[in-house]
């Protein structure tokens, strides 16, 4: 069915932020069939202030995980050469 999908929503986890597995995906299915309308949730969003000792523990976390986001998922959101990532990334407590 993904060869005919207008979009695709991708779950991931903000405590093990992208498994081998789900970039193996991206990389080896979703991008050969062309799909670019993808969405990432990145769920888990309030266990990183839960597992922090201190309110900095918290903040470099939060900083890092940011980092990362940018670096690995920013480029899956450029479509015609213009930044989605504002409207494609969304972080999130799905028990909030």
Known sequence: FLPQADAVVMVLNA???????EVHFLE?????????????VV???????????TRQEADAARAELEQRIRQRLTPFC?????????????RVNAFG
């Open 78 to 90: 450029v479509h015609q050469g213009q930044d989605l990532s504002e409207e494609r990334i969304f």
């Open 15 to 21: 405590v093990q932020f992208l498994s081998e597995e």
């Open 43 to 53: 769920n888990r969003w309030n266990l990183i202030d839960v597992s922090a000792v």
């Open 28 to 40: 080896n299915v979703l991008l050969p069939l062309g799909l670019r309308n993808i969405f990432f």
